[in-house]
């Protein structure tokens, strides 16, 4: 189960570390993807960069939720 998370009195989302993982993960994947030219092959490369980053959300809410 996902609690809230106190940062100063101020409640975030229990989701803002699986966004944040998820963002950390994808800032890499991306360059790596664009350096190689991997997006060539997608119809609309914004459209696979958000499916990437939507992957990589429900890959780390998994992981938060297993420990």
Same mark, same amino acid.
């Not at 106190?6 to 350096?35: C, E």
């Not at 060539?40 to 420990?67: D, K, N, T």
């Given at each position: 189960?996902?609690?809230?998370i106190d940062l100063g009195g101020?409640?975030? %989302?229990? $989701?803002?570390?699986?966004? &944040?993982?998820?963002? @950390?993960?994808?800032?890499? =994947?991306?360059?790596?993807?664009?350096?190689?030219?991997?997006?060539?092959?997608?119809?609309? %490369?914004? $459209?696979?960069?958000?499916? &990437?980053?939507?992957? @990589?959300?429900?890959?780390? =809410?998994?992981?938060?939720?297993?420990?």
């Amino acid at each position: 189960m996902l609690h809230e998370i106190d940062l100063g009195g101020v409640l975030l %989302p229990p $989701l803002m570390p699986v966004l &944040l993982v998820a963002l @950390l993960l994808f800032w890499p =994947l991306n360059r790596l993807i664009s350096r190689y030219d991997g997006y060539r092959f997608a119809w609309h %490369p914004a $459209l696979a960069g958000l499916c &990437l980053y939507i992957m @990589l959300c429900a890959l780390s =809410l998994a992981l938060f939720l297993v420990v």
